[in-house]
């Protein structure tokens, strides 16, 4: 059974930084993409950016160059660090791995930016 488990959640003003962990247990296949989804209050999720296993990556155009993806194979962990940001990135963030045709989440941690 696969289970994943976020961390790094939090408060910050605008223009401060967070980072966000997410690490994975359980039968994960090689080749897979991990990623991050927001969800804002009233709003449906959305893709935040992914990484595949050979670190191709994708970013939502709302966070092009300021936030960054990265993953540790050898750990099964993804992190994304958020940098530059603002009140509309206030959400709850999710952890997401697809493999096998499959996709499973974490739990959400929420990320809150002041103005």
């Known amino acids: 059974q696969v289970q994943l488990v976020e961390s790094g959640g939090g408060l910050v003003q605008a223009g401060g930084s967070l980072r966000l962990s997410c690490a994975a247990s359980?039968?994960?296949?090689?080749?897979?993409?991990m990623g991050w989804y927001r969800q804002a209050p009233g709003k449906q999720r959305e893709l935040v950016a992914t990484i595949t296993s050979g670190r191709s990556t994708n970013y939502a155009d709302s966070v092009k160059g300021r936030f960054t993806i990265s993953r540790d194979n050898a750990k099964n962990t993804v992190l994304l660090q958020m940098n530059s940001l603002k009140p509309e990135d206030t959400a709850v963030y999710y952890c997401n791995l697809f493999m096998g045709g499959n996709s499973y989440w974490g739990q959400g941690t929420q990320v809150t930016v002041s103005s």
């Open positions: 359980g039968s994960i296949f090689r080749f897979n993409a």
